[in-house]
Every structure is written in structure tokens, then in C-alpha cells.
């Protein structure tokens, strides 16, 4: 392996290159637009642009890029050379501040909701300065905002930056309340950790199935599955050995700091988790970790797998988001601390965060919603579609004796007051890690559990992050108004107790008996993706977004369509590809082997009465016939559900009807793939498959 320190960011134009390349007063230009948000003039830009295509084509560059995060999910990038024509038929590297600053992409194919017809085509990514440029592919890739002509953002970083904006503003007025002047900017920072499967690519490439929707929508549990336990923090397979250590090499050469892998609960499933970033700086550096991923399996004839759930009945995939609050100047807001105004400026953010997860819980669900994920929330595998949050029992202990005005009682005993009492101290770790709960304290971080493997974590950081600042700003339009801070304080922070305490469970979330505890707080357990975008619009939500200038009325309308739209797209290409797969595939082999069945029960008959091949053979012949009635039904629904022009109307009916008529075949096609001879099956199965990397 190469020299790690040399070799972490090194196709990444960060401070260090900058420092060292860019003139100084151009330097500190370009740091105060980073740190304040300041506008850039043309003549910084300029020198800037000049100078990273110098660094980048030394790098051999010749190329660059606005690397942009439309509504799709992934990234997009349009590539243009640095050559410039001189008059003598020759070229020379140009790259101009206005082509840093400012590009214009054709938009018209992008998802935008309504937001502008097909025959607009305009669209312009603008730069962002907060995230570095780095080479990918021999290009230059700067990381940009994407917006509309008419200025509506039409990608994820956009309402994500505007959302760290709000929170920022909102708890810097929190800190000045406690005299805490020093920060000039408040960050969220992220580390998601990501879960995938890795299979064997000649594999892979004979299931169609995996081909076109990314999961298995046919297959039989194999023997041998995840019971034995015995593949959670196993050794790791040679193959993937050296795949993970030439996918850290490369994340590293990226500057993103990966730093723990293992092999996951289910076989073939890894994680990799980061290091901390400020959230813009994680959402990107995430999409390259799963862009990355991909690429660097195929390099090894392996592919990755990022859907929630490849396969049913073994575990899926997730994205932890370990989302915290931090000042510029190192402190952690929810750490805390070791005094009595560390202690309250500590219990007022975690109180706002609990009451925003309350007041919010259709958002933070609503933001993790998606085809994919509906097959792991709620499967006792991952959290379910009920948002709580899990404190653990000391936290929760503190919390308790400062709403009900009782004595702490655990590691001391103490009554507690906040603004005059020390918080007992505890350790990081106090309480056992719950991975049932959705949204979990875990020492100085929030945990939330429940988002899906292949999404973009910036939709649940926008929500975190500005129902946060939403309370924030409702408890400084309160404190800053109070004649007395300390009582004010401590009846706020007593009140917000009392009245979120039902969001709060340190229970197994998984127990059936949750289900029923949360129905009685009031607690929304929206189990499917159509269930949960029905609340997107609701009054609350959308003046949500507005008042914080996060999203405007037509950008919230255009995403939520755009969430319908794809939840049904995405269920109707499974749906067709499962009629294929039934047509091209599973019926001429079932055929075929009722033909060689027919065959044998001739040719038994020679030395007696055939009556276990005749048995076999009306067995299969019987799901046959069952699995043309089935296909029939799927094809029936999936034609009426195309007549449906309410876009809500039409993904509820997706769900309903196409997506039940498919698990109804999917039985019989299991029950087929355990009886007919594997000679004659034309998939792989799940046991081949998990199974196919050594």
C-alpha cells in the first residue's frame, strides 16, 4: 500500500493545495467566501480557476466537470476539455473563473416535478466553494448547486446548504443566550455508515432481476442462510480482502475518510464507515463512496449491490446517519460538557432535537421513504416505520428528574437544577446501543437508523437539520425575551419534556407490543412510501420549509411529485421484469421439464407403475397452471393501474395491486424453483449466489 498520509487527498484540491498554490490575498478571498457565505468577484475566480487546472493537469487532467446531485439520486456531470483553439492550429489548457463559478447543463431531462415543461431546457450549476474539487477520471470535478432557469433548485444540495443556513442561524442565537460568542458558524456534521452486498459478477449478469431493478423479485431461501450468525465480523474472504483494500485506497486518494470495514449479518454483506464531516462535505463524499463502490468491484469481477433488500428473506441494507451539532471553533453541542452553563446549553439543544423528532416524525419518515426501504422498515431487521428516539436509561433518568422536580437517582444522587447543578457525570457509553430504535442518543451524536443503503443522505439531513433550527428559534424568540434566564430556562426545558416524553422509548422496537404502545401516544406509523407522501403537504410541513427558506411552495410540490413519480416507476419496471422473467425464463423451463418428466413416467412404465414421477409431475404441472393465473393477474392489474392520471391514486395502487400481485407469482415461482431439477432452472438461486465470492 502506498504512504497513507501521502496519499489521502491527493486528487483533491483542498486547503492545503490551495494554500500552498493560490496567491495569498486570493487565498484569504476565497476563505472568507468558504467560512461567511461572501461573494466571490470575478478576478478571485479567475486566478482560482487558472490555478486548479494547472494542479489538476499536472495530475493529468483533461477534463473538467460540475459535478451535480440532481432529483434521481445520483450524480451527474457534463464533461468539457480545458483546450482552447489558437489562431496557428494549435490549443492551449484554458479554465476561466466564469467557467468555475457557472455552468449551464441541458435540464429539460432531469426530474423537476412540474416545476418547468420539457421544452425549457435551461439549467445552471453554480460552484460550491464549501465542498473541494477533485479528480475523478481524469476530470476535474468542481461540486455545484443545480438549479432551474426561473433560480428553483432542482437538485439535493441546494435545499441541503440552505437547511445548514437555518440551523446555523437559529442556534448561534441559542449560544449567545449563554454568552457563548466566540462560534461565527454552527455546522452539522455527519458519518454515515453504509451497508452493501458483493456478489460474483458472472453471477450478477444472469439475473435480470438484479440487472434492471437492483433486488431479486424471485427466489427460494437457500439452506443455508444467516442463522448460524457466523458471518457478522467474520474473517474476510480473499476477493473481498483486496476489493476493500483498493476501495480504501481509492475513497482516500478522494479525501474521504473511510475508516472501519467488517463483513455485515447476512453473507455477501459488508459496511464501511467514515470518519465525521460537516453534512454538505458527507453527502457528497457519500455519493462517491457508493459511485466508487460499484467501480471498484467491477475492477475485480465482483459487483455491489446497494438496493435495501437484494434478497427476501435475508437481512438488507442500510445507512446509519450519525448526525451531531458542532461549532467552528470544536465544540461538540451535544456533548455535555463539564459545568453548569455547558450542562443546560447541552440539555436545551437535546431537548430541541427531541422536539423536533416529535413534532416532525412524518417528515423523518417521509425522508427515508422509498420503494426499496419499504421492504426493510418495520421487518425486524432494521427500525421500524415508527419514528422514536432511544435515550438509554441514564439520559432518560436526568430527564425524568428534571421534569417530574425528583432527585436523580444513578451514579449520585442529586437534585437537579439546571444553570446551578453539574449533570452527574457519564461516560460515552452509559447505556447498551439499540438497534431497534430508529433514532438513537449514542454520547455525543444522534444515530438515525432507518435510512435506505442506496439513497442520498441529504433529504433526512435537510428535515434534521431544519426542524431543529425550527425549535431553536422558537426557544430563543422565548429566552430572548426573559427577565429571568435561569427560571425561564428551566421551565422550558421541564415543559419540553413533559410534553414530547411519548417520542422517547428504550424499548425493543421490534416487539408487536410497541405497535400497540405507539398507536396510544399518538405516534404515526406510516408502514409504506404512498402512506407516508400523503403527509408530505400537510400546512406544518410545508411552512416549515418555507419559513426557513429551505424550499420554496413550488420546489416542496415539484419533490413531492417527483417522490410519487419515482415510487411508481420503480414498482412498475420491477413489475414488467418480472413478466419477462416469468415469460422467457420460468415458463419455457418449467415446460421443459414436464416434458422430461413425461419422458421418464414413459419410460418408467417399462419396469412398473410410475407413481412418484406421475405425483412429481402433477405437482409441477398444478403450479403451472397457477403460475399462469398468477402472471395473468399481475398483468391485468398492471395494465389498470396505467389508467390512473392522480399520481397519489396511482402509487397507492401500485401498492396495492401491482405490488401484491407480484409477491403472489413470486410464491409460486419459489415453490417451482425447490421442485423442478436444477438442471433445468434458469437463475441462479440465492444460495449460488450469496455464496459466489471466495
Known sequence: MSNVPELFGSLVFNDTVMKARLPKDIYRALQKTIKEGSHLELDVANVVAASMKDWATELGATHFTHWFQPMTGITAEKHDSFISPQGDGTVIMEFSGKELVRG????????????????????????????????????????????????????????????MDAISKQALRIL????NTAPKRVLTTVGPEQEYFIIDKDVYLQRPDLIYTGRTLVGARPPKGQELEDHYFGALKPQIAAYMHDLDEELWKLGILSKTKHNEVAPAQHELAPIFSTTNIAADHNQLTMELM??????????????????????GSGKHNNWSISTDNGQNLLDPGDTPFENAQFLLFLVAVIKAVNKYQDL??????????????????????????????????????????????????VSMEIGATVLPHFPKDTT???????????????????????????EPNVVLNTAVADILDEFANQLEASTDFIGDLNRLVKATILENRRIIFNGNGYDDAWVIEAEKRGLSNLKTTPEALVKYLTEQNVDLFVRHGVYTHKEIESRHEIYLENYAKTINIEALTLI???????IPAVNGYLTELAATVAAVSAFGEPTAQKKLGAKVSALAN???????????????????????????????????????????????????????????????ILYSVI
Open 176 to 179: 449567545k443566550l449563554f454568552g
Open 626 to 688: 397457477e403460475l399462469y393465473t398468477k402472471l395473468s393477474a399481475l398483468e391485468t392489474a398492471l395494465i389498470d393501474v396505467h389508467g390512473i392520471e392522480d399520481s397519489v391514486d396511482a402509487a397507492f395502487a401500485f401498492r396495492e395491486r401491482v405490488f401484491t400481485a407480484m409477491a403472489e407469482l413470486r410464491i409460486v415461482v419459489d415453490e417451482l424453483e425447490l421442485t423442478v431439477g436444477s438442471d433445468w432452472w434458469p437463475l441462479p438461486t440465492y444460495g449460488e
Open 432 to 458: 447498551d446501543r439499540n438497534r431497534t430504535s430508529p433514532f438513537a442518543f449514542t454520547g455525543n451524536k444522534f444515530e438515525f437508523r432507518a435510512l435506505g443503503s442506496s439513497q442520498s443522505i441529504a
Open 294 to 315: 460499484r467501480k471498484v468491484a467491477d475492477r475485480h469481477g465482483l459487483t455491489c449491490l446497494l438496493h435495501e433488500k437484494p434478497f427476501a428473506g435475508i437481512n
Open 364 to 413: 423523518l419518515r417521509i425522508s427515508v421513504a422509498s420503494a426499496g426501504n419499504d421492504h426493510r422498515l418495520g421487518a425486524n431487521e432494521a427500525p421500524p416505520a415508527i419514528i422514536s428516539i432511544f435515550l438509554g436509561e441514564e439520559l432518560g433518568g436526568v430527564l425524568d428528574a428534571l421534569a417530574d422536580g425528583t432527585p436523580y437517582v444513578g451514579v449520585e444522587h
Open 580 to 586: 419477462d422473467l416469468a415469460n422467457q425464463k420460468i
Open 104 to 163: 449551464e447543463p441541458d435540464a429539460s431531462s432531469f426530474p423537476s416535478g412540474g416545476l418547468r415543461a420539457t421544452f425549457e431546457a435551461r439549467g445552471y450549476t453554480a460552484w460550491d466553494p464549501t465542498s473541494y474539487a477533485f479528480i475523478k477520471d481524469g476530470t476535474l470535478c468542481v461540486p455545484t448547486a443545480f438549479c432551474s432557469y426561473t433560480g428553483e433548485a432542482l437538485d439535493k444540495k441546494t435545499p441541503l446548504l440552505r437547511s
